[in-house]
C-alpha cells in the first residue's frame, strides 16, 4: 500500500533518527542520551498542544542541565534537524519519481505538461517550438553567506539521500540492505563526529571552489540528460528535437566577482577564480574526449571527415618528426591512459580527438601552471568554438554516414555542454558599488584641475561623460595618486581585460549595485574602455545597473529612458539591455509589500521604454533565498512575473542554501531545469491576467500604508533598534564564520548600513520574521476601511501576483511562534521595551487574521490535499526539534551578554566540570579557547534554528 507523504516522511525520519540515537548513546552515554530524549518529549507535547504550562515545563527542564548537556543537547538537536530535512528532501525525490510516473498528482506543471496545454490551446506548433528552442535561462550563484552547513557536512547528508533512496526505490537482498543501513550509520557517525562550526570564515575562492562542486558534480552531467528528456518530449508531440546548439540554461558566479562591501574579493582574486574554473573546465573535457576516443572506434565517415584524419594525421606526424617512437614517449609522459601510439586511417574519429586530446591536456598544463604563478607559452584552447568545431564535424559525419543513433549519445552530450559551460564552466559576474566608480572619476576629475565629479549635476556628469566615451585620447594619467579604493576599482577593469583577452567565455555582466543614475552606467563604462579596452571590438562587459532601493526602482524607467536616448550608447549596447532589480534592500528599504509591488512596476514600465527605443530587455532578478529577500518556489516567482516582462530570457541569484536544495542531487537538478524551462514558456505563450485598473488602485493604496507603517517602525522609532539589537542574535552572527564578507556595508549600528541577510536571518532565528509581514496589517486595514476588502478575494484569485505574494507570506507565518518570540524578549529585553515587543506581536496577530479572512481558512495553510497541507506537516514535525534549540538560545544569550557587560563573571572551563562520558569529552572541547562552551551552544543553536526553519538569511 502506498503511504500518504506524512506516512512516508515519518518512516524515513524515524529510521534516520534511530540510527542517530544509538550513535547518540554511545558518544554521551545512557543517561544524557535519556536526557536528550525527554526534552525532545517535552517539546513535542509543547508542539502539539500550544499550551503556555507545556512551554514553561520545556523551559524549566532544559534550564536545569549543566552547560555540557546543553552544548550536547543543541548539537544532538541540530544534527536531528540536519537528518529530518534529508527526509524532507529523500520523500520529495519519491514523490517527484511517482509524479513522472503518473501515480500522483503534480502540483507544479512539468515542461511536458505546458508543451501539452499549448497545443490543446491551438497555438501553432512552430511558435512553441521556436519559443523554446530560444528561451535562456542563466542561473547564477552567488556567495551571500546563508548557508549554515559546512561542505562536508553536506556531502555526508547528500551519500545519506542516496542510500536511503536506494533502500526505498531498489529492490535489495538481505545481505544489500544490511549493508546499505551500515553505510547510512557510518554517514551519521561522520557527520555527528565532525566539528559543525566554521572555526574560521571561508576565503571568496573557497566559496567559489563549494559553488564550482555542484557545477562539476550534478549539473555538468545532468543537463545533457534534461535535454534529452526535452528531446522526447518534443518528438513525442510530433515535433523535432531541440537543435544542438539550443542549451537552453546558463550559468553564472558572483563567488569571487562580488567586491561590494567585500574588501577580501580582490582583482587578483577575481583572476585566480577565472582561472580555476578554466582549469576545471579543461579537465573534464580532457576526461570527456578520452571517453569519446574509446567509444568513436568506427571506420565509416564521410569524406569531409576522412579528410580532416588526413590531415590531422600529418600535422601530428610532422611534429614529430615522422617518429612513431616519439609519439609514444610523448604520451607515456603525458599518463594517457590508451591510444600512445599514432592511430590508423581506418579509425578518423579517433585521428581526429586525438589532437583534441593533445591540445585540452596543453591547456589543461598551461592553467595549471599560470595558478602556480608561472608562465605558459604553450598554445591552448581560450574559446569554445575551437572545442566545437572539431566535434560538430564529428557529429555531421556519423549523421551523414547512417549513424545518427550513434552521434546522439555521448558526442551530442558534449556538444550540449560545451554550448552551455564554455571553457570556463561557469561564467564569472564582477559587482561594485556605484559609489567606487565615482570615487574614481572623481579622484581624476581633481587632479585633470577640472573640479570635484561628485558634485557636478548629473546633466554635467552626463555630458562630460559621453564626450570622454567619444574621444580618442586616454583620461587617466600614468602619474594619478590615488588611494587603495581608487587603484583597487582600476586593478579590477584590468583584469576584466587581461581576462576577456584570455578567454571571451569567462566573464559574464558588470553589476552596478546601488544605481541611481544614467552616470553611474556611463563611468563604468569609461573606466573599462581606459584601463586597456579601448579594442575593436571593445573588451567591455555587459552592464547591469542594480536597482534595489524603493525610489531607485521608482526611477529606474526614468533613468533607462535617459541611457536609451543617447546615440553612443544605443550604438554601443547593439539592441541588447540587461537591468538588475533587487528585491533584498528594497524589501528592507521599504517592508515586502511595498517592495514587491515596486519592484512589479519597475519591470512593467522599464519593459515598455525598451519596446519603445527596439531595445531587448534582459531583467536579472536578484531573490534571495528567504521570502524576506524575494525568495520563494522558482516557478511561481517566474509565474507572477508582469506579462511581456521575460519573453524568453531570465537571469536570477540562486544563493546559499538553495543551490544545495536545487542542485545537490540528479533528481533535484532534473526537477529544478525542468521547473525553469516549464514557467519560462509558460510566461511567455500563457501569460497571466494582466491587472486591472482597480486593482492597481488597491495596491498603490496597500503599498503605500505599508510602507508607511514599515518605516515609522522601523526607521523613525528611537525604539526599534534597540529592540531589534537586544531582542536578536544579530551582534553574534558574525561568529557563525558562514561567509566572507562582512555583515555590514559602513561600520556603524544603523539599520540602513546592515546587509539584507542579518537582517532577515536574526528575526527568522527568533521565529519572529518581522521583515516579511511588517506593516501588512495597516495595508489590509487601509482597505477594509474603504470598504473594498471583498476586491482583494477577487484578486487573491485571479491575479498570480498577488495570490503568490500572500501565499509566500502565509507560509512565512506559519513558521512564526510569538510565544518563542515572546520568550526572547522576556528574557533578553529591558522592561521599557517589553511594550513595544507586545504591540509588534499585536501587529502580528493582526497580519494573520486579515490573511484568515482573506483566504477564507481557519488557520494557516488549511488547505486539505493541497501543497500547502503538505507543507504544514513537514513544519508539524520540524517544530519540536526547532524550539528545544530557541530556548537553549535565550539562555546563551543572556549569559554571554552579561559576561560581556562584566554583570557576571565567566564559568570555569566546561572540560573541568564534565564527568568521565565516552567519547563526550573530546567532542566538548572541540571549543579551541576551552572556555565554559556557551559561545559555541550558541552558534550550534543558530545552525540548528537556521535548518529547522530551512532558510538563513
Known amino acids: 500500500m502506498d503511504l500518504t507523504v506524512s506516512e512516508g516522511l515519518l518512516s524515513v525520519d524515524i529510521f534516520l533518527r534511530s540510527l542517530f540515537v544509538q550513535d547518540l548513546k554511545e558518544t554521551v552515554g545512557e543517561v544524557t542520551a535519556n536526557k536528550i530524549d525527554l526534552v525532545y518529549a517535552l517539546s513535542k507535547t509543547f508542539c502539539s498542544t500550544g499550551a503556555d504550562a507545556d512551554f514553561v515545563a520545556l523551559q524549566e527542564y532544559l534550564g536545569r542541565l549543566a552547560q555540557h548537556e546543553k552544548l550536547l543537547t ?26 513522472r510516473l503518473g501515480e500522483s498528482k503534480r502540483y507544479n506543471r512539468s515542461t511536458n505538461e505546458t508543451l501539452g496545454a499549448l497545443l490543446n490551446s491551438g497555438m501553432d506548433k512552430d511558435v512553441i517550438y521556436n519559443a523554446l528552442c530560444n528561451q535562456i535561462v542563466d542561473l547564477v550563484f552567488t556567495a551571500h553567506p546563508t548557508q549554515a552547513l559546512k561542505r562536508e557536512l553536506l556531502l555526508h547528508f547528500g551519500q545519506i539521500r542516496k542510500l536511503v533512496l536506494r533502500m526505498k526505490l531498489q529492490k535489495l537482498t538481505k545481505y544489500e540492505k544490511r549493508e546499505t543501513i551500515e553505510a547510512i550509520k557510518a554517514h551519521i557517525q561522520a557527520a555527528w563526529r565532525t566539528d559543525e562550526l566554521g572555526r574560521s570564515k571561508p576565503s571568496p575562492e573557497d566559496e567559489f571552489r563549494s559553488g564550482l562542486s555542484y557545477i562539476r558534480n550534478t549539473i555538468f552531467p545532468g543537463l545533457p540528460a534534461f535535454l534529452r528528456r526535452m528531446d522526447s518530449a518534443l518528438v513525442e508531440k510530433g515535433m523535432e528535437p531541440l537543435p544542438i546548439s539550443s542549451p537552453l540554461f546558463r550559468f553564472s558566479s558572483w563567488m569571487g566577482g562580488d567586491r561590494d562591501g567585500n574588501p577580501f574579493v580582490t582583482a587578483k582574486v577575481t583572476k585566480d577564480v577565472v582561472r580555476i574554473a578554466r582549469y576545471n573546465a579543461a579537465e573534464i573535457y580532457y576526461n570527456e574526449v578520452q571517453k569519446l576516443m574509446f567509444e568513436l572506434s568506427i571506420w565509416r565517415a564521410d569524406e569531409t571527415l576522412k579528410q580532416r584524419a588526413i590531415d590531422t594525421n600529418e600535422r601530428i606526424m610532422t611534429k614529430y618528426g615522422w617518429d612513431a617512437e616519439s609519439v609514444v614517449d610523448e604520451r607515456k609522459q603525458r599518463n594517457y591512459p590508451e591510444f600512445w601510439r599514432p592511430l590508423p586511417l581506418s579509425e578518423p574519429y579517433r585521428v581526429v580527438l586525438s589532437e583534441l586530446r593533445d591540445k585540452l591536456y596543453e591547456t589543461k598544463d598551461a592553467l595549471q601552471h599560470n595558478l602556480a604563478g608561472k608562465y605558459s607559452d604553450a598554445e591552448i584552447i581560450s574559446e569554445s568554438e575551437e572545442l566545437l568545431e572539431p566535434l560538430i564535424m564529428c557529429y555531421e559525419s556519423l549523421c551523414n554516414t547512417g549513424d545518427k543513433c550513434i552521434a546522439k549519445q555521448h558526442l551530442l552530450d558534449l556538444i550540449r555542454q560545451i554550448n552551455c559551460f564554455g571553457m570556463s564552466l561557469i561564467r564569472l559576474d564582477v559587482r561594485q558599488e556605484s559609489g567606487r566608480h565615482a570615487e574614481v572619476i572623481d ?37 594619478l595618486p590615488m588611494s587603495a579604493d581608487v587603484k583597487e576599482v582600476l586593478d579590477t577593469m584590468a583584469t576584466i581585460c587581461q581576462l576577456k583577452h584570455e578567454c571571451q567565455d569567462s566573464l559574464g555582466a558588470y553589476v552596478i549595485s546601488m544605481s541611481t543614475s544614467a552616470s553611474d552606467v556611463l563611468a563604468v563604462l569609461l573606466l573599462m574602455l581606459e584601463n586597456g579596452t579601448r579594442d575593436t571590438p571593445p573588451q567591455t562587459l555587459r552592464i547591469a545597473p542594480l536597482f534595489e532601493r524603493l525610489d531607485d526602482l521608482k526611477n529606474a524607467p526614468r533613468v533607462m529612458k535617459q541611457l536609451f536616448s543617447l546615440p553612443w550608447y544605443q550604438k554601443h549596447i547593439n539592441g541588447q539591455q540587461e537591468i538588475m532589480i533587487g528585491y533584498s534592500d528594497s524589501g528592507k528599504d521599504a517592508g515586502r509589500l511595498a517592495a514587491a509591488w515596486a519592484l512589479y512596476e519597475a519591470q512593467e514600465a522599464c519593459s515598455k521604454i525598451a519596446d519603445e527605443f527596439g531595445i531587448k530587455l534582459t531583467i536579472f532578478h536578484g531573490r534571495g533565498g528567504t521570502v524576506g529577500r524575494g525568495g520563494g518556489p522558482s516557478h511561481l516567482a517566474i509565474l507572477s512575473q508582469p506579462p511581456g516582462t521575460i519573453n524568453g530570457s531570465l537571469r536570477v541569484t540562486v544563493q546559499g542554501e538553495i543551490i544545495e536544495q536545487n542542485f545537490s542531487e540528479a533528481d533535484t537538478c532534473f526537477r529544478t531545469l525542468d521547473l525553469y524551462t516549464s514557467a519560462t514558456l509558460q510566461h511567455m505563450l500563457m501569460p497571466s491576467n494582466v491587472p486591472k485598473p482597480e486593482w492597481r488602485e488597491i495596491m498603490n493604496l496597500m503599498s503605500d500604508a505599508s510602507c508607511e507603517q514599515y518605516r515609522s517602525i522601523v526607521f523613525q522609532d528611537p525604539k526599534f533598534v534597540a529592540y531589534f539589537k537586544a531582542a536578536t542574535p544579530e551582534t553574534e552572527l558574525g561568529k557563525m564564520n558562514i561567509g566572507s564578507r562582512p555583515a555590514k556595508r559602513k561600520k556603524d549600528a544603523s539599520i540602513e548600513s546592515l546587509r539584507a541577510i542579518p537582517w532577515i536571518f536574526a528575526w527568522t532565528q527568533t521565529r519572529f520574521h518581522l521583515p516579511v509581514w511588517l506593516g501588512m496589517s495597516e495595508a489590509f ?21 498577488f495570490q503568490v505574494t500572500l501565499d509566500m507570506v502565509e507560509m512565512v507565518l506559519a513558521k512564526a511562534d510569538a510565544r518563542v518570540t515572546k520568550m526572547y524578549d522576556q528574557q533578553l529585553v529591558g522592561e521599557d521595551l517589553q511594550e513595544f515587543g507586545e504591540y509588534l506581536r ?60 562584566g554583570v557576571t563573571e565567566a564559568p570555569s572551563p566546561i572540560s573541568d566540570s564534565i564527568e568521565s562520558i565516552p567519547w563526550a569529552r573530546e567532542l566538548l572541547e572541540l571549543n579551541e579557547l576551552a572556555s565554559s562552551g556557551i559561545e559555541d551552544t550558541l552558534i550550534i543553536s543558530m545552525k540548528g534554528i537556521a535548518a529547522g526553519m530551512q532558510n538563513t538569511g
Not at 90 to 98: A, L, P, T
Not at 845 to 868: D, P
Open 74 to 99: 543543541c548539537s544532538a538537536f541540530s544534527n536531528m534537524l540536519n537528518l529530518h530535512n534529508q527526509s524532507e528532501e529523500i520523500e520529495n525525490s519519491i514523490v517527484e519519481r511517482k509524479q
Open 443 to 479: 579622484c581624476i576629475t581633481q587632479y585633470l584641475g577640472l573640479g570635484s565629479y561628485k558634485e557636478w549635476p548629473e546633466e554635467k556628469k552626463i555630458e562630460w561623460l559621453v564626450k570622454e566615451l567619444d574621444g580618442k585620447r586616454p583620461l587617466i594619467p600614468f602619474d
Open 781 to 801: 486595514q487601509k482597505v477594509a476601511s474603504v470598504g473594498q476588502f471583498d476586491i482583494l478575494k477577487e484578486m487573491y484569485k485571479h491575479w498570480p501576483f
Open 842 to 901: 499585536g501587529l502580528l496577530q493582526e497580519t494573520v487574521k486579515f490573511l484568515l479572512q482573506l483566504t477564507s481558512q481557519k488557520r494557516l495553510l488549511e488547505t486539505t490535499g493541497s501543497a500547502e497541507s503538505s507543507l504544514k506537516e513537514k513544519l508539524d514535525m520540524r517544530a519540536p526539534y526547532v524550539t528545544p534549540l530557541n530556548v537553549i538560545q535565550v539562555e546563551c544569550l543572556k549569559k554571554l551578554r552579561e559576561i560581556e557587560d
